[in-house]
């Protein structure tokens, strides 16, 4: 496709509910990102793969959040046992490997009731 | 010290004025520097990228690095109420354990008014 897309749009789970998210990146990009931004924050780096390998998964809040890219492709970004605190917009990039620029995806607002 | 911090503004412009948005950052081996612009609900979108110091040029949109004092800022002439977003700085950290791994300011605001 022509851009990073990312589905659902939006999310509305009750709290302790499980979500999957996921991404498609830019055809022929190798490298993928996860950020969380919250209203009125820089987003926060969640997770990186280059192809299919995770090569930091740093910033995942709590082992309640798990992503994965099992193909190098589309990458699935699952939280369990959803919280309050995990409603954010999580934002997917994806960047050739040869240089740093990342495109954005559109987000999943996810709102945990 | 936040590892990159910017104003919050808002920054305030006349349409046609230039508006200087300045992000410092705390890693002194940083390489990678990013400015996105975010409209409301909307997704970051990139602008520019710059590697070295100095400025770097693209259209209305200018990039300058100064690795020494750990500074980089964007200059946007002939603003026009559409540049009206806020504007992110996001920096490569590689003592963070992953070159590739960005850390983001906050956002300065910026308002161009007609």
């Known amino acids: 496709g022509a851009g990073v897309s990312q589905s659902p749009r939006y999310k509305v789970a009750k709290r302790g509910q499980d979500v999957a998210l996921r991404c498609d990146p830019i055809?022929?990009?190798?490298?993928l990102f996860w950020y969380q931004q919250a209203l009125g924050q820089g987003p926060e780096f969640l997770t990186y793969?280059?192809?299919?390998?995770?090569?930091?998964k740093s910033g995942l809040p709590s082992d309640r959040f798990f992503a994965e890219r099992p193909e190098g492709s589309v990458s699935t970004l699952k939280i369990q046992r959803t919280q309050q605190e995990d409603s954010a917009v999580y934002l997917c990039?994806?960047?050739?490997?040869?240089?740093?620029?990342?495109?954005f995806g559109p987000g999943t607002r996810l709102t945990v009731l | 010290q936040k590892e990159v911090e910017q104003n919050s503004g808002p920054l305030s412009v006349p349409e046609g004025a230039i508006a200087s948005l300045n992000c410092t950052y705390s890693?002194?081996?940083?390489?990678?520097f990013f400015w996105y612009r975010q409209y409301s609900g909307k997704s970051p979108e990139l602008i520019m990228s710059?590697?070295s110091n100095g400025d770097k040029e693209d259209g209305r949109f200018t990039a300058q690095l100064n690795k020494a004092s750990q500074y980089v800022s964007l200059l946007i002439r002939d603003s026009q109420p559409s540049d009206s977003a806020t504007y992110l700085c996001?920096?490569?950290?590689?003592?963070?354990?992953?070159?590739?791994?960005?850390?983001w300011g906050l956002g300065t605001s910026l308002a161009v008014n007609p």
């Open positions: 990039a994806s960047s050739l490997v040869t240089r740093g620029d990342a495109f």
């Open positions: 055809s022929g990009h190798v490298s």
């Open positions: 793969f280059q192809n299919e390998a995770q090569l930091d």
């Open positions: 890693d002194r081996v940083s390489q990678s």
């Open positions: 710059i590697y």
């Open positions: 996001a920096v490569n950290m590689p003592r963070a354990g992953n070159n590739r791994k960005l850390i």
